[in-house]
Each structure stands twice: as C-alpha cells, then as structure tokens.
C-alpha cells in the first residue's frame, strides 16, 4: 500500500510542489495586512504630516488583499484536483487488486466490506492526504513565518508568553488522539456491518417481500443504525472535547497578551502599533490549532483505513495480465487428472478425494453427482480458481501451475451455474468481456441457444439494457442468454456447470443437439443433476462425498447398481422415460 501511494504522488510531484510553493507564499502575505495595520496605527499620532505615508500603506493593505485572493484560487484549485485524482488512482489500484487476488483469499471477505474500502476508507485516505496538502503546509508556513514575524517586529518575550498556551494545548491535543482512534475503529465495524446489512436485504429484497420478512428487517436495520449512531456520537465528543480546549487555549492567548502587551506599552518597550499587529498575528494562529483536531481525527481515521486497505493489497494476488498485455495463447483441449486431493482452507473435510480422470481432445465428459459432491469444485481447478498441487492437473501436455493464468482461463469457456449477468446490453452479456464480434455472429449464437426470437421482442433487441443481475429475465432466459456465450467465445474447452436446468424438456433437448454440434472437436464437460444433460457424453463419472463412486457410459451405468442407477430411477416418469431412452 505503501509503494502504491508514494507512486501515486510520484506521478503528481510537480502538481504538489506548485501548490505548495503557492501556499507558502500565501501564509507569507498574511502576516502583511496586520503588519500594515500596525504601521497605520503608529502614523495616527499626525495625520497631517504623515498623510502619505499613511495612503501608501493603505494602498499596501489593498494591494495585499489582492495578492492573498490572486493565491488563493490557485492552490485551492490544484488541491482539489490533486486530492480527486489521488481517489481515482487509488480506487484504480485498489480494484485492480480485487480482480486478482486469489479465491481463497477474497472468499473470507464479505461484499459489504469491500465496498467499505472504495467508499468509506479511500475517502477516509483521500482526506487525510488533502489535509496534509492543505493545512499541514499551512501550519507550518504560518508556525515559521508569523513567530518570526512577531518576534522581530514586535517583542521576543510577549512572544514566548504567548505561545506558551498553544505549545500546552497541543499537547493535551495529542493525549486526547488516542480516544478519538478508539472510537472510530468501533464505528468504522459497525459502519460496514450496516453496509454487508444493507446489501444483503437489497439482494433479497424479493425473499423478504415473499415471506412478509419486512418488519423483521426493518427492526434489524434500525437496530444496527442504532449502534452505527452512538459509535459516531462517541467519535464527534471527543472531537468537540478538542474544539473546546483549543478555544479556550486562545482565550488564554489573548489575555496574555492583553495584560502584558499593554504593560509593554506603558513601559515603552512596543508601539500601540506593534500591540495591534502582536494581536492581528495572534489571530493566524487561530486556523491552525483550530484545524488539528480535524487533522489529528483524520488522521487516526485514515490510519485504520489505511491498515484495512493496507492488509487488503498485501492478500496474495494471481499472475493474471491486465488491459490486453501480451497474446493470446490458447492451449489444446487435452485434459489429466492424476490422483487429485483438495480441500478448501477454511474446511477440514476433503472437498474431493484421489480423482482420476482422462479426456482427449474432442471428447465429452458428464459428471453427475450428490449436493456437495465436489462437482464445482472440480471445475473450479481446472480454471485454477484455487491452489493446485503440482502434477495433479495435466492440460495440453503441462501442469496446470506452469500455464499462464491469462492463457488457461482464455482457453475455457465455463458457464457457471449462477447465469450471473451484468446490468448492461444483452449483446454485451453474451460477448462478456470480449471485443471484435460482430452481429451476426452473436445472433447465431443466441439462435443455438435458443433465445433468438425472446430477444428480437425486445424493444433494443441485443441492446437491451437488462436490470441488475439480469432480473428483467425470467430463469430460463438467464440461462440461456450465458449459454449463448459458449456459442460465440472462442476456446478449446467448454465447462457446463448445471447450466439447463431452468430450461424446459423441450428447449432443453434442442439446446443439447446445439451443445453437442459445439462440441466436436473440443473437449467438453458437462456438470449437472439431470440425467438427460450427460447421457450422450463419452464417458460419465458419478460424485459423492469427494469421490468418484462409478465410471463409465450411460448404457451401462443404468443397469450397474449404484447411484447412477438411483438418479435415473427417480428421474424417470412416465412423462420423460421415452426421452431418456431416445
């Protein structure tokens, strides 16, 4: 995280140096008006015989005013575009990050605290990094430039005096911090508790609306709002406890200066003049210390964001090339699985258990199984979604783990078994982050998927935008329009993970002639609970418990005792017997 936000302002450098050159040169303006007032006031005494020296610093007081407006709007303006562009690179890296960090990793994180760190926690950073532009600079350019000013142009002891209760102050500042990073961790958990809350009950919005769910929700969400709030008051009283010790500080800050500047008017030792300006500087000091409060919380809120953010980029990432870097390398269809043993990290049972399979290219593969038998996960290795042990999994004559990411995954279309669709065209959906078909070939491929005419009713036909996670369609029409994909993507491998089962008999048998036509010469593995999905593949393996329990083809596993034989049995009706037996 480090090195991503050091290139960050590595990129920006010369932005960041004008701005601060500005701000510095700003401060240093500041400190004139005061200066100015203080020269006016000395040349009151005779108004006569000082009457242009007075105009001139009049016309000084203007010309400065002038100058702090004409530098203001500079560096406020490149502030504010360095502050924006910084959350631009950072949401960029930072969802860079979540495309590449591996399953195991990204599956013990819940969506309600990623979308913590793009919101919340970025902006908790950007803000920290905007203060240190903004005021860190200008604390220390008016720290510098107004002590200095106020000991030479008016006394080094009411200086001293003076400053002794913003030093005190500062310091009691700091030993507050403390309370302030305890309490903004506590809200920071409950803020993304009612986020993951919050998405959650969106998702199911239909669930709860079906099961009359929505006072119990409703009673939750005000439950979590509740804690999410006394977290956030706890946070703002430490803040106000800061607010009010810096205003009294400077309540101290002018007395002190009232009754000793005026005992060194007396004494002869300052000018009425140098007493007004000692004040006028007194005043810029007001913003600074006022600012550290906002500074010191912001910077113990950024730094659990950045921790947060910290631990996310450091999660083991995989060696996937991004934005089209390299070429494309597809790799034949030829598959080994030698004695293969996986289990999942987080679960001590194995997911599957010493799995020997062989495909040739062009050849089909139906794997059937129990719930839970590891038929996913069996897919989800091949496309290396996990760790594989080496050796375990050969594809065109090499392990798996010596196979560029970005090739193998290109190699295999796999349509999985949540149909997820994106809120975007349909014609987009079905070429799912490729470029260069055109019409006609998505057409063709949506008619072997059999939802052509569905999407020609359609007002935009293949660029009708469809709502979020394709809710406009109905479950059939989901499937269909991610099976249309195996269709029009080019690869040597094809994976259909329970992919027809919302799909009626009759579409379903057209689909498969379809799947069947594709499948020649590719290599081809179709997972489902349906017999009639895998009864036409060269060799069929049955799954239960991690293991494969039978092997072979469909002719001969329904008269083999086993639970092959059990799912056909139970398939089997009176409606469907003469399509099993086609």
Same mark, same amino acid.
């Given at each position: 995280?480090?090195?991503?936000?050091?290139?960050?302002?590595? %990129?920006?450098?010369?932005?960041?140096?004008?701005?601060?050159?500005?701000?510095?040169?700003?401060?240093?303006?500041?400190?004139?008006?005061?200066?100015?007032?203080?020269?006016?006031?000395?040349?009151?005494?005779?108004?006569?015989?000082?009457?242009?020296?007075?105009?001139?610093?009049?016309?000084?007081?203007?010309?400065?005013?002038?100058?702090?407006?004409?530098?203001?709007?500079?560096?406020?303006?490149?502030?504010?575009?360095?502050?924006?562009?910084?959350?631009?690179?950072?949401?960029?890296?930072?969802?860079?990050?979540?495309?590449?960090?591996?399953?195991?990793?990204?599956?013990?994180?819940?969506?309600?605290?990623?979308?913590?760190?793009?919101?919340?926690?970025?902006?908790?950073?950007?803000?920290?990094?905007?203060?240190?532009?903004?005021?860190?600079?200008?604390?220390?350019?008016?720290?510098?430039?107004?002590?200095?000013?106020?000991?030479?142009?008016?006394?080094?002891?009411?200086?001293?005096?003076?400053?002794?209760?913003?030093?005190?102050?500062?310091?009691?500042?700091?030993?507050?911090?403390?309370?302030?990073?305890?309490?903004?961790?506590?809200?920071? %958990?409950?803020?993304?508790?009612?986020?993951?809350?919050?998405?959650?009950?969106?998702?199911?919005?239909?669930?709860?609306?079906?099961?009359?769910?929505?006072?119990?929700?409703?009673?939750?969400?005000?439950?979590?709002? %509740?804690?999410?709030?006394?977290?956030?008051?706890?946070?703002?009283?430490?803040?106000?406890?800061?607010?009010?010790?810096?205003?009294?500080?400077?309540?101290?800050?002018?007395?002190?200066?009232?009754?000793?500047?005026?005992?060194?008017?007396?004494?002869?030792?300052?000018?009425?003049?140098?007493?007004?300006?000692?004040?006028?500087?007194?005043?810029?000091?007001?913003?600074?210390?006022?600012?550290?409060?906002?500074?010191?919380?912001?910077?113990?809120?950024?730094?659990?964001?950045?921790?947060?953010?910290?631990?996310?980029?450091?999660?083991?990432?995989?060696?996937?090339?991004?934005?089209?870097?390299?070429?494309?390398?597809?790799?034949?269809?030829?598959?080994?699985?030698?004695?293969?043993?996986?289990?999942?990290?987080?679960?001590?049972?194995?997911?599957?258990?010493?799995?020997?399979?062989?495909?040739?290219?062009?050849?089909?593969?139906?794997?059937?199984?129990?719930?839970?038998?590891?038929?996913?996960?069996?897919?989800?290795?091949?496309?290396?979604?996990?760790?594989?042990?080496?050796?375990?999994?050969?594809?065109?004559?090499?392990?798996?783990?010596?196979?560029?990411?970005?090739?193998?995954?290109?190699?295999?279309?796999?349509?999985?078994?949540?149909?997820?669709?994106?809120?975007?065209?349909?014609?987009?959906?079905?070429?799912?982050?490729?470029?260069?078909?055109?019409?006609?070939?998505?057409?063709?491929?949506?008619?072997?998927?059999?939802?052509?005419?569905?999407?020609?009713?359609?007002?935009?036909?293949?660029?009708?935008?469809?709502?979020?996670?394709?809710?406009?369609?109905?479950?059939?029409?989901?499937?269909?329009?991610?099976?249309?994909?195996?269709?029009?993507?080019?690869?040597?491998?094809?994976?259909?993970?329970?992919?027809?089962?919302?799909?009626?008999?009759?579409?379903?048998?057209?689909?498969? %002639?379809?799947?069947?036509?594709?499948?020649?010469?590719?290599?081809?593995?179709?997972?489902?609970?349906?017999?009639?999905?895998?009864?036409?593949?060269?060799?069929?393996?049955?799954?239960?418990?991690?293991?494969?329990?039978?092997?072979?083809?469909?002719?001969?596993?329904?008269?083999?005792?086993?639970?092959?034989?059990?799912?056909?049995?139970?398939?089997?009706?009176?409606?469907?017997?003469?399509?099993?037996?086609?």
């Amino acid at each position: 995280m480090k090195k991503v936000i050091i290139d960050i302002l590595k %990129k920006y450098k010369w932005i960041i140096f004008i701005s601060t050159t500005f701000i510095v040169l700003n401060m240093y303006l500041s400190t004139y008006p005061s200066m100015i007032v203080g020269w006016i006031i000395d040349l009151l005494y005779n108004i006569e015989q000082n009457k242009s020296q007075i105009f001139n610093n009049i016309l000084y007081l203007l010309l400065s005013a002038v100058g702090l407006l004409l530098l203001r709007l500079p560096w406020r303006t490149l502030v504010v575009f360095l502050s924006r562009s910084f959350e631009k690179e950072l949401k960029n890296k930072i969802f860079e990050q979540f495309l590449k960090i591996k399953m195991t990793n990204i599956q013990n994180i819940k969506n309600g605290e990623i979308m913590s760190y793009f919101t919340q926690d970025i902006s908790e950073v950007r803000k920290l990094y905007f203060r240190t532009i903004a005021y860190i600079t200008r604390i220390i350019a008016i720290f510098i430039i107004v002590t200095a000013s106020m000991i030479k142009g008016t006394n080094i002891k009411l200086t001293l005096a003076t400053l002794c209760p913003i030093i005190i102050t500062c310091f009691i500042v700091v030993k507050i911090k403390k309370y302030v990073e305890i309490n903004f961790k506590k809200a920071q %958990k409950n803020y993304t508790a009612l986020s993951e809350y919050v998405q959650e009950s969106t998702d199911a919005i239909r669930t709860t609306k079906a099961y009359s769910g929505e006072k119990y929700q409703l009673k939750e969400f005000i439950r979590k709002n %509740k804690i999410l709030k006394e977290s956030n008051i706890a946070v703002e009283i430490n803040s106000t406890l800061i607010s009010i010790t810096i205003k009294i500080c400077f309540g101290l800050c002018y007395a002190i200066s009232l009754i000793y500047g005026s005992k060194l008017v007396l004494d002869g030792e300052i000018t009425i003049g140098d007493f007004i300006a000692f004040n006028g500087y007194i005043r810029l000091f007001i913003g600074p210390v006022d600012w550290m409060p906002g500074i010191i919380s912001a910077y113990k809120r950024a730094q659990v964001s950045y921790r947060r953010l910290d631990n996310f980029m450091n999660l083991e990432k995989e060696k996937i090339l991004m934005l089209d870097e390299g070429k494309e390398n597809l790799i034949s269809g030829d598959i080994e699985i030698k004695d293969l043993t996986f289990n999942y990290p987080s679960n001590i049972e194995l997911a599957l258990n010493n799995i020997d399979i062989k495909i040739e290219e062009g050849k089909t593969l139906g794997i059937i199984g129990t719930i839970g038998s590891g038929k996913t996960t069996l897919a989800n290795l091949l496309l290396r979604l996990y760790p594989v042990p080496k050796g375990k999994i050969i594809i065109g004559g090499k392990d798996i783990n010596d196979i560029p990411l970005t090739d193998l995954r290109k190699s295999i279309c796999y349509i999985t078994q949540d149909n997820f669709l994106f809120s975007t065209t349909v014609k987009e959906n079905i070429s799912i982050f490729k470029e260069g078909y055109d019409d006609d070939e998505i057409e063709n491929s949506t008619k072997k998927a059999m939802i052509y005419d569905e999407i020609e009713d359609m007002k935009e036909g293949l660029d009708t935008v469809i709502g979020e996670r394709g809710v406009d369609l109905s479950g059939g029409q989901k499937q269909r329009v991610a099976i249309s994909r195996a269709f029009l993507l080019r690869s040597n491998i094809v994976i259909f993970d329970d992919t027809f089962s919302a799909l009626d008999n009759k579409t379903e048998e057209k689909v498969m %002639k379809n799947v069947e036509e594709l499948c020649k010469g590719k290599t081809c593995i179709i997972i489902s609970n349906r017999i009639s999905d895998i009864k036409n593949t060269d060799e069929i393996i049955v799954l239960e418990e991690g293991n494969i329990v039978q092997k072979g083809v469909h002719e001969e596993l329904i008269h083999e005792e086993g639970l092959y034989k059990k799912f056909y049995n139970q398939q089997s009706s009176k409606e469907n017997v003469e399509m099993y037996n086609k």
